[in-house]
């Protein structure tokens, strides 16, 4: 989805919300509010636990008034056309309201009468439809005086108890005479896209007598529901019984119908599923575990919603992947208040982080459409007070993006060695800045122009600014290489103030002969005239253009480039220095004017069986290869790790690398150094690195195979792996052994792998300090079988040495 909120939605004016359904092309929203106003006109509706509002405008429906006297709690697609169900904690819809579950006209909230629900004696908290039935939860003991514990299902046309449902929800989670005690049933369930099977949370530690606590699924494939053969123990836990008789909070399940995913509260309690996010799969057996979990760190999980692309989840939380936080941000925390989206195979966050701040009580309702996500709240804003969204927003998916394939190598394939003695080419492009800009492609078949848009930068110090301006045309003086996008000119980085002067720094192999070029244009009025801005300029330290003037050297509005030759010492640096008002650059361009012999990256085909001779790439343009500690490729960029524990990226298309970034997803500028919204607290969003980033140094090889990113240390026989986001870059705080590794026999001594893994055909491949290449049978998860060597110095003159050796993808 978009992180942008539509503005197609009113502002609710107190309360909180419970429950979104979309019928036709009106949104339908339920919860304790009692009044709502429409975005724009300011129109005031009196509109008690229920209204709906035109999805395409955001108004409120007018006409749509129905006269519901308590807290509504779910709502569903009515069971014929125009209608919404209606459940949740009133005894009355309009004179004559004669249950706790209705089917109101979505045209004017009038009862259709034909549908007459059988009445329950307590609150109705979930309804979902199957088949020509209705699943209703809640907390009641009897419908339409029959013995129900919290379950119970009624016909779907005209609202009868109908008997399929008999399935006895009994005895509180936690409250045992002391601590907190809320009543007993089912408060959130969801059914398959099939209609086969039924998930269903609640306070109760039994189903029809048997132990299902907390979460029980139901087969209603035959002539009466059932209890599916499906059971875990880990909602066993007391998740601070003083505070919570039960701390699941919703479930929902996938639309392929695979799988599900849980959200709690219960503060952190370490070894539990309190205040966190679990994904469970449709698999039978007892003591089942889940497929992944995903905590918060010690807050309350409240809403979830599955597509197809991700698990999005809503609550109090101020962080994610932070398994070890308690209260506090550890290692792996990333920042997401009040929302989150997941990766659906791994439960790591993914890029998107639109946030709410103010968090409240957090984010309750979370519902997903084909075109959207609608979030429900208790607050009024998206973002960092950012977006007035008066407790229900919706983030459209136009505006959002595809995420990344997480596309792997795999054999046959190129293997590529960094620290490899290559040919270096002359007029070899080493970096492009579109200085203050975003990122843009080339046209010369060479690197892209790399985006310089953030407050930070690998290369530049801090202090200075971005501004951009494209209001008038402008023409290229013959200084500027053909090379050049002219979009290069709409934005620059000008520096406001003296101390510290803006300055960029770019590794450059020492010796290396390079031209530095510099492009710069005055198109703003307020520098239109000669002596109006007047800076100098310093290359390693020495004033290469002492007074510099575009406007003088070429005129207003025309693009100019100066160009350097520069014998690098190691690293290139670029200082501009005050004169007359600010230094502004509008791009940097480094290119190699010599060529030679260097360290960089050459390639090998290999299938399996053959490999392939070593042939030159590139990647000579001063990175030490050497420092390397573990490379991996996932689609067309690759991620590195180096001995001064940083990771770094930069794409690669299997010629040509971009220029290298540093990786760190924990530090977002949107969120850094916010205050979190806590009475008295001192406490910020900022996240923590993982806890591999401290590994880097001793790592010696990495490789990613879907969603997981795989490692082996010096000196330790075991191969570890933790979840990786390819649309995020963020790495799993948790770290998980592949079984079957850790012994020291045989070829088997990952402890003494030397740079090179990666996974293809059912094998794990690693090479050996003694420069052999060793395969041995895993899965992903398990090895078996021994390993054998299958290439090296002695087998077929190959030595697979390597700081960090990576199949391309």
């Not at 519902?367 to 607050?379: K, R």
């Amino acid at each position: 989805m978009s992180a942008v909120p539509s503005t197609a939605t009113p502002n609710i004016n107190d309360g909180t919300v419970n429950a979104i359904v979309k019928v036709d092309n009106k949104v339908f929203v339920g919860g304790t509010f009692t009044g709502v106003t429409d975005r724009g006109t300011g129109t005031v509706h009196s509109r008690p636990y229920l209204f709906a509002f035109d999805a395409t405008t955001g108004l409120v429906d007018p006409t749509f008034a129905p006269n519901i006297n308590d807290e509504v709690l779910s709502l569903q697609p009515g069971s014929q056309p125009g209608t919404v169900f209606v459940g949740g904690r009133f005894t009355g819809v309009q004179a004559g309201g004669w249950s706790r579950l209705v089917l109101l006209n979505t045209t004017d909230g009038s009862v259709v009468s034909s549908f007459k629900a059988a009445s329950f004696n307590g609150a109705v908290n979930s309804v979902k439809q199957f088949g020509d039935r209705i699943l209703v939860g809640g907390f009641f003991t009897t419908a339409a005086g029959n013995v129900r514990n919290g379950l119970a299902s009624v016909n779907a046309t005209t609202g009868d108890f109908d008997p399929y449902v008999n399935i006895a929800l009994t005895g509180h989670h936690n409250y045992n005479g002391t601590g907190a005690s809320s009543s007993v049933g089912a408060t959130e369930l969801d059914i398959t896209p099939d209609g086969t099977k039924a998930v269903v949370l609640g306070n109760f530690k039994q189903a029809n007598g048997g132990d299902y606590d907390q979460v029980v699924v139901l087969d209603l494939t035959g002539a009466a529901a059932a209890i599916a053969a499906w059971h875990t123990n880990r909602f066993d836990d007391r998740c601070k019984a003083t505070s919570f008789d039960k701390w699941v909070r919703d479930v929902d399940i996938s639309p392929d119908g695979t799988y599900f995913v849980v959200v709690t509260t219960g503060a952190p309690n370490a070894g539990t599923l309190c205040d966190a996010a679990s994904r469970w799969n449709f698999v039978t057996g007892t003591n089942l575990q889940p497929a992944w979990v995903a905590y918060t760190g010690g807050d309350t999980l409240l809403s979830v919603a599955i597509t197809g692309t991700a698990v999005y989840v809503g609550g109090h939380q101020r962080w994610m992947n932070n398994a070890d936080g308690k209260d506090t941000a550890m290692q792996g925390a990333v920042a997401r208040p009040g929302l989150a989206a997941l990766e659906p195979g791994t439960g790591i966050p993914m890029a998107w982080n639109p946030g709410r701040n103010p968090r409240g009580v957090g984010a309750s309702a979370l519902y997903a459409t084909e075109d959207g996500l609608y979030v429900g709240s208790d607050t009024p804003y998206i973002g960092n007070y950012e977006y007035m969204r008066g407790r229900i927003a919706y983030f459209p998916l136009a505006g959002g993006q595809t995420p990344p394939a997480g596309v792997s190598g795999d054999l046959p394939t190129e293997v590529f060695f960094p620290n490899s003695t290559v040919t270096v080419p002359a007029n070899d492009v080493l970096y492009r800045i579109n200085a203050g800009g975003p990122e843009l492609a080339s046209t010369d078949g060479e690197m892209a122009w790399l985006a310089d848009t953030a407050s930070t930068s690998l290369y530049r110090n801090s202090g200075s600014t971005a501004n951009t301006i494209v209001s008038n045309t402008i023409t290229a003086h013959s200084s500027v290489p053909a090379s050049t996008p002219m979009a290069v000119f709409d934005d620059r980085r000008f520096d406001p103030s003296a101390a510290p002067e803006m300055m960029w720094n770019f590794p450059v192999a020492a010796g290396t002969q390079v031209e530095v070029r510099l492009s710069f244009v005055a198109r703003d009025w307020n520098y239109s005239s000669a002596g109006q801005r007047v800076f100098d300029i310093k290359i390693d330290g020495v004033v290469r253009a002492d007074d510099y003037d575009t406007v003088a050297q070429v005129g207003y509005k025309v693009a100019h480039t100066l160009k350097f030759p520069v014998t690098s010492d190691g690293t290139i640096n670029i200082e501009f220095i005050h004169g007359l008002l600010n230094p502004a650059v509008d791009a940097i361009e480094i290119v190699r004017t010599s060529g030679g012999t260097g360290l960089g990256v050459a390639k090998r085909t290999y299938n399996g069986t053959t490999a392939g001779a070593l042939t030159g790439v590139g990647g000579a343009d001063g990175t030490v290869w050497a420092n390397l500690r573990g490379a991996f490729m996932v689609d067309n960029t690759l991620y590195y790790g180096m001995s001064d524990s940083n990771f770094y990226k930069r794409t690669f298309d299997g010629v040509n690398f971009g220029p290298a970034s540093l990786h760190n997803p924990h530090s977002d500028p949107r969120w850094d150094g916010v205050l979190v919204d806590e009475f008295g607290s001192t406490a910020t969003y900022d996240g923590k690195k993982t806890a591999i980033y401290t590994e880097l140094p001793s790592v010696r090889s990495m490789f990613y195979s879907n969603g997981r990113l795989y490692y082996t240390i010096t000196g330790n026989n075991s191969l570890f792996w933790r979840y990786f986001s390819p649309d995020s870059g963020i790495i799993g705080s948790q770290r998980f052994q592949a079984n079957g590794s850790g012994t020291s026999t045989s070829l088997e001594w990952l402890g003494t792998s030397s740079g090179a893994l990666f996974l293809s055909g059912g094998y794990a491949y690693w090479s050996r300090t003694d420069g052999r290449l060793v395969k041995r049978a895993f899965d992903g998860t398990a090895f078996s079988g021994v390993a054998t060597a299958v290439s090296g110095p002695a087998i077929d003159s190959v030595n697979w040495t390597s700081p960090g050796a990576f199949l391309y993808g």
